[in-house]
C-alpha cells in the first residue's frame, strides 16, 4: 500500500509538472520564454544573470541587447560581461590561458598566444566586445569592477585595437592619430585599476603585468 501510494504521488508530481509546463508555453504567460524584452526591468536583470550563467551564446547576446542601455552601474557591469561571453571573448581567452601564462616572459611570444586568442571573432563579435568595455567605464564612474572585469575590458579593447592595426604587435607605440589609440589608453587605465584592486587585496599581478607589456604599458 505504502509502495502504491509513493507511485501515485510521482505520477501526480509528472503530470502536475507536464501540465504547468504546457500552461506556460501556450498560455499568455508564454512571451517570458520567447520575448524578455516585455519583462520587467528586475526581471530583466535575473534573466541577465540567468543567461550569463547558462553560458548559452544566444541568451546572452539577447540579455546584452536588453541591459546596455541602463544606466544603473551594476547592470552596466552584468551587461558587460554578457556581451563579452557572448562574443566569445572569455572561451577564446581561457582557451589560450595557458599559452599565455607560459609565454609570461617572452614578449614576442606573448603577442603570439594573444593574437591566436583574438583569431576568429568577426566585426560583429569586436563591435560587441567595444560596446561592452564602453559600459564597464561608464560603470567605473560609479562603482568598482572586480579585477576580472577589467582584465576582460582590458582584453577585449587590445582585441579590437589589434584588428585595427594589423595584430597585437602594431598596439605598441601608437599615436594619438593612430586608429586603436584611445582603446590601447583606456585599457592601460583599466590595468591600472585592476592593479591597484590586486595589490590592496595582496593577489598576484603577474598575469595582468604580463598582458599589459604586450600593448607597451608600464606599472
Same mark, same amino acid.
Given at each position: ?6 507511485? /501515485? ?36 536583470? =535575473? ?5 550569463? =550563467?547558462?553560458?548559452?551564446? &544566444? ?8 541591459? $546596455? #542601455? ?6 552596466? %557591469? ?8 557572448? /562574443?566569445?571573448? #572569455? ?18 611570444? %606573448? ?5 591566436? /586568442?583574438? &583569431? ?5 563579435? %569586436?563591435?560587441?566586445?567595444? #560596446? ?9 564612474? $560609479? ?7 577589467? %582584465?576582460?575590458?582590458?582584453? =577585449? ?30 585599457? $592601460? ?6 592593479? =591597484?584592486?590586486?595589490?590592496? &587585496? ?10 599589459? #607589456?604586450?600593448?607597451?604599458? /608600464?606599472?
Amino acid at each position: 500500500m505504502k509502495r502504491r501510494c509513493v507511485w /501515485a504521488a510521482v505520477v501526480m508530481a509528472t503530470l502536475v509538472s507536464a501540465s504547468c509546463e504546457m500552461a506556460f508555453t501556450t498560455s499568455p504567460l508564454a512571451f517570458l520564454q520567447r520575448d524578455p524584452s516585455r519583462l520587467s526591468a528586475e526581471q530583466q536583470v =535575473a534573466f541577465g544573470r540567468d543567461a550569463l =550563467a547558462s553560458g548559452d551564446r &544566444d541568451q546572452m547576446a539577447a540579455a546584452f541587447d536588453l541591459l $546596455k #542601455e541602463s544606466d544603473d552601474p551594476e547592470v552596466q %557591469l552584468l551587461a558587460g560581461q554578457l556581451g563579452m561571453a557572448a /562574443a566569445g571573448l #572569455e572561451a577564446a581567452f581561457y582557451g589560450a590561458l595557458p599559452d599565455i601564462v607560459a609565454a609570461a616572459d617572452d614578449q614576442a611570444a %606573448l603577442q603570439a598566444a594573444l593574437e591566436e /586568442a583574438f &583569431d576568429g571573432f568577426s566585426e560583429g563579435d %569586436l563591435q560587441t566586445m567595444g #560596446e561592452s568595455a564602453a559600459l564597464v567605464a561608464a560603470a567605473e564612474e $560609479k562603482v568598482t569592477p572586480s579585477a576580472e572585469q577589467y %582584465l576582460f575590458a582590458v582584453v =577585449a579593447l587590445m582585441a579590437v585595437a589589434a584588428n585595427q592595426n594589423g595584430g597585437v604587435e602594431g598596439l605598441e607605440g601608437l599615436e594619438e592619430s593612430d586608429p586603436g589609440y584611445d582603446e590601447v589608453e583606456q585599457a $592601460k587605465a583599466f590595468l591600472d585599476s585592476a592593479l =591597484a584592486g590586486l595589490q590592496a &587585496d595582496g593577489q598576484s599581478t603577474d598575469l595582468l603585468e604580463g598582458i599589459g #607589456e604586450a600593448i607597451g604599458w /608600464a606599472s
